[in-house]
């Protein structure tokens, strides 16, 4: 059965389905001998679909894999860095370097916690479209006291890059002289925002810990280990992502990101 190129990508555990777009406008994808194009359909089993000039083989399509990783300070959440710094890849076991994982978004180099790792494309677009925003738990120490208003203007939300934040959920856990600890739970994941809106509030942020990703917590996983989704946390986060494509729908397109939290 043909479907789109982009899609196929993504099940073969070539890119993510956005990535393959990407891939497929370079001019990198070849269908039976001729550059695609974006929006193309075809099928493995009778084409031949090659990237970079290497064939994908019909029969080889990898296992899926979803995978919860406790990604430390100074990680980055890509599969390679120019830099030399050690990567999401670098956290699992040399069998899955070679399967198309990758993150599904990001955290940044210096916040910690959970972060989501599979090579289903699909499952990625799902979770990361802007339209299919699953809602994200964060732990979050903020230099200073943080007075009355500045939770409500947080919880109301905030102009950035010209466009609203989403209301979102803060709680004070413990006040102290010199810092605030707050649960802060997204609704979106704009670049940097927590950062970025605290900042813009007057507060700088100590430390940044993401605990969980949907109804997917990171419990007492060790920092640097990983573990598999279970089925019922994989059909959970699926189904959140349908309710939350349903309220994203209501918004104005504005207030909808395309950037990883």
């Not at 995978?67 to 430390?72: A, E, N, W």
């Not at 990567?87 to 180099?109: C, E, F, K, Y």
Request: proline residues 5%; aromatic residues 4%; contains cysteine.
């Amino acid at each position: 059965m043909s479907e789109r190129l982009q899609k196929i990508l993504s099940q073969y555990g070539v890119a993510s389905r956005r990535q393959a777009e990407q891939l497929i406008e370079a001019g990198q994808v070849m269908v039976n001998g001729e550059v695609a194009h974006l929006g193309q359909r075809a099928d493995p089993n009778c084409d031949r679909i090659e990237v970079n000039h290497r064939p994908i083989q019909a029969h080889h399509r990898p296992t899926q894999h979803y995978l919860l990783l406790h990604k430390p300070r100074g990680m980055v959440s890509t599969c390679a860095d120019p830099e030399g710094r050690p990567t999401v890849l670098t956290a699992l076991s040399p069998d899955l370097h070679t399967v198309g994982i990758h993150p599904v978004g990001r955290l940044d180099a210096y916040t910690t916690g959970a972060l989501l790792l599979t090579n289903d494309g699909d499952f990625t677009f799902r979770l990361t479209h802007p339209r299919h925003d699953v809602s994200k738990t964060y732990r979050v120490r903020l230099e200073g006291q943080v007075t009355a208003a500045t939770l409500k203007a947080w919880r109301q939300g905030i102009w950035l890059d010209h466009s609203p934040t989403r209301p979102a959920r803060v709680e004070v856990i413990s006040a102290g002289s010199t810092d605030t600890h707050l649960e802060v739970i997204l609704q979106e994941g704009r670049n940097r925002q927590i950062r970025r809106v605290a900042q813009a509030l007057g507060h700088r942020v100590l430390d940044l810990h993401r605990v969980a990703v949907g109804s997917v917590h990171l419990g007492n996983l060790d920092v640097g280990a990983y573990r598999a989704l279970s089925s019922a946390e994989i059909e959970a986060l699926l189904a959140e992502s349908w309710v939350q494509s349903d309220s994203a729908a209501c918004l104005p397109q504005s207030s909808v990101s395309h950037s990883p939290s």
